[in-house]
């Protein structure tokens, strides 16, 4: 089964940016689904952004315009691009991947069976 690492979590000052890469050991993210998840705190965890194996990209609407997901091929990667970040965007960063067949790719935790450890993401203002 595959295992995800994610990368590129840190500190930077509001108004800052950040890359989050996530990988897969024991298989390649760009056969799956893909899913980027948050835990921010006081509140459960929610989907941030998903790419689908076709492409089609969906978005938190509220994070939308800040943020951009997509597939590195050449580190077979998925990326999650966030600028602008607000201290509200404090939290504990998740890949997740799909490795099941078939549904339509959605940012629900219950479409994923896929998980990684998360990377936290710290903004100060």
């Known amino acids: 089964d595959m295992e995800l690492r994610e990368s590129g979590g840190g500190s930077v000052e509001a108004g800052g940016s950040l890359r989050l890469s996530c990988v897969g050991d024991?298989?390649?993210?760009?056969?799956?689904?893909m899913g980027w998840f948050r835990q921010v705190r006081g509140k459960a965890r929610e989907g941030v952004a998903s790419?689908?194996?076709?492409?089609?990209?969906m978005y938190l609407d509220s994070l939308r315009g800040r943020i951009a997901i997509s597939r590195d091929s050449a580190t077979d990667a998925v990326v999650l691009q966030m600028n602008a970040l607000k201290p509200e965007d404090n939290g504990m960063y998740y890949c997740?991947?799909?490795?099941?067949?078939?549904?339509?790719?959605?940012?629900?935790?219950?479409?994923?069976?896929?998980w990684g450890q998360g990377t936290q993401v710290t903004v100060s203002s």
């Open positions: 790419v689908g194996l076709d492409g089609h990209e």
């Open positions: 997740a991947a799909r490795t099941l067949v078939g549904g339509s790719c959605q940012i629900t935790e219950r479409y994923y069976n896929r």
């Open positions: 024991g298989d390649t993210v760009s056969r799956h689904s």
